[in-house]
């Protein structure tokens, strides 16, 4: 059974740009959710997807935007990086919306 | 709004010592309660989970008791191992829901030989 991977798993970018997350689901799970987690803190909640649409969203502007594929895997967007972006970011598959999560290892972000 | 507090760390303990990680929360309604573990290079896992007040969630020799009175789920356990050094995170969730979590910040055990 593969599990939730992530990638890339580290990556630089510059005030301003914009990045792509990228992360796959574990065999059978339908939800995929995003954290973020700056350094020295706890993740925090971004949204959640479940069959394709958003199923719940932290308090994130909307410059961070997400989709799901069906084949339940998942990409987060963030445009007009901002220093403060710089963190882990974490991808979380569930069987379902409400299931336990399994985490992937994350993909650092670093913004200039 | 929820949220977790939970001991600053490093902790660090000699093998075989007890342990105790104190965790303390602020939420409306019912919510589940959970503890993860971050291992060196790995994602996060699941350790243990309660879901109504006097639960006592455990697993690999740790437990944890949700304390509705005492707005607390502190993670123990009796005897740690060098392989339990990690990064330990208390989380919450609304009721009915393990995906949506609010976690503390994270407590960091080293444990010495």
């Known amino acids: 059974e593969t599990g939730v991977t992530q990638s890339p798993t580290h990556l630089i970018k510059t005030r301003g740009q914009q990045v792509t997350l990228r992360c796959s689901s574990q065999s059978g799970h339908n939800t995929v959710s995003w954290y973020q987690q700056a350094l020295g803190q706890g993740p925090q909640f971004i949204f959640q997807y479940y069959r394709e649409e958003e199923n719940g969203r932290g308090n994130f502007p909307p410059r961070f935007s997400g989709l799901q594929f069906p084949n339940y895997s998942s990409e987060l967007n963030v445009n007009a990086l901002e220093l403060d972006d710089s963190a882990l970011y974490l991808c979380?598959?569930?069987?379902?919306?409400?299931?336990?999560?399994?985490f992937g290892e994350g993909s650092r972000l670093t913004v200039l | 709004g929820d949220s977790v507090t939970q001991m600053e760390g490093p902790v660090t303990l000699s093998e075989e010592a007890f342990l105790t990680i104190n965790c303390t929360y602020t939420a409306t309604g019912y919510p589940s309660l959970f503890w993860y573990v971050q291992y060196p290079g790995e994602g996060l896992q699941l350790l243990l989970k309660?879901?109504?007040?006097?639960d006592k969630g455990s697993n690999k020799g740790f437990e944890a008791t949700y304390r509705k009175e005492t707005t607390s789920f502190h993670l123990e356990k009796g005897s740690v191992q060098v392989s339990d050094s990690a990064v330990y995170f208390c989380?919450?969730?609304?009721?009915?829901?393990?995906?949506?979590?609010?976690f503390g910040t994270g407590t960091r055990l080293q444990v010495t030989l």
């Open positions: 309660a879901t109504k007040a006097d």
């Open positions: 979380a598959s569930s069987p379902g919306p409400h299931g336990e999560l399994f």
């Open positions: 989380a919450l969730s609304d009721s009915g829901t393990a995906s949506k979590l609010t």
